[in-house]
C-alpha cells in the first residue's frame, strides 16, 4: 500500500506530490523525499544537512520520527514539511 | 488514460512563454501521457474563471520510445498569463521525473491557449529547477532584477559581488518597515543577533513585494548567530494564492558594535545558497546602531547573490514612541 502525500521545503517554493510506501519508516522515505525536492545532501563544507520532516497537515505539526512508519504517521493527502536547520551570522563574515 | 492524480511542483505564471522540460536519460514516455495544465486559483480570482487549458506535445517527442540521454521540448504560453498547474497522471508520477525550468517574463493578455513548439535543444538535467512561482494579484510597482532561472549552484564565495546601484522599486510595505525597525533596535539593545521571514508576493517575475516580517522566536541568538527555530518554518505560509502571502525572502540582524557590519558571512551565504536560492529570493540584512539600524538586500543575479547599493533608513521604534508620547 502506498500512501500519496505532498511534500513542500522550508519555503514552499518546491513543492512536490510523492507515493511513500506505507510500511516503509520515515527515515527510509527521506532519501526519497529530499530527492525528489531536489534539496541538497551536505552544505558547502560537505557536512550533511539534517532534514527534518514535520506533518503539516496535524495543528501541532508533529516531528515525524525516522523510527514511525509511514502509514502510522500520514494519512493519504496529508502534507509533509521538510525543513533544515537554518542559521544565520557567525562571526566569520565577508 | 486514468483521472490526474498528481501534481508536479512547479506553478507557473505566464511566461515570456517559455516552459522547458527536459526528461532525465532514465525514463521515456509513450503516447498515452500527456501533460495537462490545469487551471490555478490565485488570490480571489475564483477557479472557475480558470479556463482549462492543455499541453500537447509534439509527435517527435511522443514517439521516442526508448530511453535517451536527453530531450526537451518547449511549450509557449499564449495564455493570458494566469497561473498554471500542471497536474499529471499517477503513470507519469511513478515513471518520470520532470525537471522544468522555466523562463517567465511579463503577464499576457492574450486568450488562454498552449501549444507546443516541437522540440528545443538539450538541456542540462543537472541542475533541476524545479520551483514554484505563484502569481499573488497586483501589487504596485517595484522591479527587482532578478536572477538566473535556474537555482544557483556553485559555493558560496566569500565576496559578494557589487550590485545594481539600486532596486529601483523595491517596495517594502510600512508594516514591514516598521517590523524591520524593531527588529533591528531589539537586536542592537540586548546586543544578540535576531531573525525572521520576508512575507510578501510576487506580482509577476520581475517584481518582489515585501508586505510583513514574520520574526522568528528568539530562541537561539547570540550576539553572532542566530538559529532559527525548526518550527518557526512550518507555521509560514506556503500557500502563493491565499492573502496571507508567501515566503520572499529571510532576514537576519547584525549588531554593529560586534563589528558586524553590512556583509553577509560565510553562513549567510550558505544559507542563502542553500534554502533561499529561487531567483526572486531576498536576503536582507539589518544592521543595527545606537543611531538608526540599516536595512540592506541582497538578491540574485547570474547565480550570484549580490548586494543592492539601496539602504533602507528605519525609523527608530523607540524614537517614534518617544514623539508619540511626548505629543
Redesign the interface.
Known sequence: MELNVQVKDLTGDRCQRVRLPAGATIGQVRPQIVETLCLPENDFDGQPITWVLYNESVETMPVLSDVERVGDALQDEQVVRVIPNVIAGVADHV | MSEP?????A?LTAADRRIRVAVPSDVFVTAAEQLRFDAFRAGLIDASEWPEVQARVTPSWLDKATPTESFAFVITLTGAGRPVRTLYH?GQ??RL?L?IEYSLGRMLTARADMTTLGEAPAVDVST?A???LFWNGPAEGLHIPLGPLTPPTQ??T???QSGEPKLPGLRVSAEAGRQLGELAEDSQLRSV?L?GCLIGCLPDINHVAVTRVARAPDV?G?F?????D??F????????SSFSG??VG?V?T?VVE?G??L?????????A????S?PW?ITALACATPDHPEMHWFYWKDGALVRSDDRLTLARPSATRARENGR
Open positions: 492524480s498528481g501534481q508536479l511542483s506553478v499517477s508520477l511513478q521525473k525537471y533541476p524545479n520551483v514554484a559555493a558560496p566569500r565576496a559578494v543577533e531573525g537561539g547570540a553572532a548567530h542566530f538559529e532559527f525548526p518550527r518554518w512550518v507555521v509560514l505560509p506556503t500557500d502563493g508567501r515566503v529571510w537576519h547584525h560586534h558586524h557590519g556583509a553577509l558571512s560565510r553562513q549567510d551565504l550558505q544559507t545558497h542553500l534554502h533561499f529561487a529570493s
